[in-house]
């Protein structure tokens, strides 16, 4: 679906001096308050797709105008209550997906930021926004690696220099440690499942699969010219999985987990039987992917753990304590720090039992 299509069949139920204002709004070579923003630090920032926005809500909550869809109900307690009402304006994450015109310019913003690491090319956005007459920045985030720089890039745009540099350079500190860690050979087999039954995933190199990268882990799956799409979640038939035979399992979704472990027709596949099927902790909201955050430096931590146990090469819990300081301001208790990153175990909500 193309940008303005969609914005015209939004603008076909207004009356008609809405219709006029919005149009010209978009014809507008340059909104007032961007034109403003030019000229200071921006307070009022939208985060065209959720790489961004969830940067945004976590280390500059003041700036955030909104969500591109709503966020999970277990993010209660790590963005605050102010946070979380923001309206859903939309984003371009894929599928057709773009904002909603009439909330995105309600919202006044000042600058959109575009990234990498989206389904939708940051050319492409950034093209729509500035037709809106929206001042826009690339931030550079087409791989976990650009974390550090990109943050400290955001600060510089936002004027919050100081507030954002311990998460930057927890961010470096944590990766370089990841790269120190010996990776076992012959890598382990794992099969990243998506949706309900499992039968979909990612091909080798897809940043929706990228955890499995920073661990050197084989991704089984074989894709027609190497690559799809940026959306990915490719499905498969359950022959093609019984073909790849990994040796571990590792999903978000716990439908899939059930499916796995109960139903007879996975029963045979090595994972299965070795009971090696992972589901990767969804506090505050997905570790691994969609969106494919900066959640995704602990994952990758939380799945070495899981992978190699025993290895007593780092603690675990004092990363993710220290990486949800930094991020949210948030002290973990023992118990919510249990419960995140162990999903299956239940227990009490981690998002109930952190204290800000």
Sequence with gaps: MQFMSQTDAQVSGFDPRRRAWLAGLIAAPLLPWAERAMAAAPTRVYGANPVVSYLLAALAPETFLGWNFPPPP????????????????????????????????????????????????????????????????????????????????????LGITARVQPAADLCRRLLAQLNSLPMPQPAP?????????????????????????????????????????????????????????????????????????????????????????????????????RPPSFMRILAAFWLYDRVYPGHHRFDLARITKEFMRAFFNVSMSDDALSAMLNPLSGGMSAGQAATE
Excluded at 95 to 111: A, D, I, M, W
Excluded at 130 to 144: C, F, H, M, R, Y
Excluded at 145 to 156: H, M, S
Excluded at 250 to 257: H, I
Aim: charged share 15%.
């Design 74 to 157: 277990q993010s209660r307690g790590y963005f605050s209550d102010a946070v979380l009402a923001k309206p859903v304006i939309g984003g371009f994450f894929g599928q057709g997906k773009s904002p909603n015109v009439e909330v995105l310019l309600s919202t006044r913003p000042e600058l959109a930021i575009v990234s990498g690491a989206a389904a939708v090319g940051t050319q492409v956005s950034e093209v729509q926004l500035k037709k809106l007459g929206i001042a826009v920045k690339n931030l550079s985030l087409d791989k976990v690696a650009d974390y550090p720089a990109a943050i400290e890039t955001l600060g510089q745009w």
């Design 189 to 289: 087999v794992i099969y990243y499942a998506e949706q309900a039954n499992g039968l979909a995933t990612e091909c080798p190199g897809s940043f929706h699969a990228e955890v499995l990268d920073l661990l050197h882990a084989t991704n089984p799956m074989q894709c027609p010219g190497g690559k799809t799409d940026g959306f990915g979640m490719v499905r498969i038939s359950l022959e093609t999985l019984y073909q790849m035979n990994p040796q571990w399992v590792l999903t978000q979704e716990p439908q899939a987990v059930h499916a796995f472990e109960r139903d007879a027709r996975y029963a045979n596949l090595a994972a299965v039987k070795n009971k090696q099927i992972l589901l990767a902790p969804q506090v505050p909201f997905r570790w691994i992917d």
